[in-house]
């Protein structure tokens, strides 16, 4: 069965990373500069929060918040669901479902090391099913 380090070797291992006092709109530019939906945001090596699309639209766009007076320290999501390297990828599709997240933080041994998405555990399965599909 496939793992979480099978799509990191696939993807890559980048992750956009902020501060606390990033404002949302310098994390809109990180974000739309490197094609994500979501940045992590740490201090002193340690993981605070995830900032995603869906923040800023519930928390930032909808409230009527400043987006360059904001801080992501005041919209951003925590704590963050985390997971291994060797966690099976189906158990992520069932934390994706059951706690209604889009990204999940991958963590060695207190360290950061990368990030994957539900479009990243979607499209796994389906080059794996269409493996399954050309053997037969």
Known sequence: MATVEDILMTKGP???????????HEAAVLMCEANVGAVIIKEDDEVKGIFTERD??????????NPDTTNLSEVMTS???SISLNTDVRECGELFTKK????????????????ISLRDVLSLELAEDEQILHKQ
Do not use: N, Q
């Open 56 to 65: 800023m639209l519930r928390r930032v766009v909808v409230p009527g918040r």
């Open 100 to 115: 209604h997240l889009r990204h999940l933080a991958i963590v060695e041994e207190g360290a950061l090391i990368g990030m």
């Open 14 to 24: 980048d992750i956009i990373v902020a501060s606390s006092s990033t404002t949302v």
């Open 79 to 81: 704590p963050v669901f």
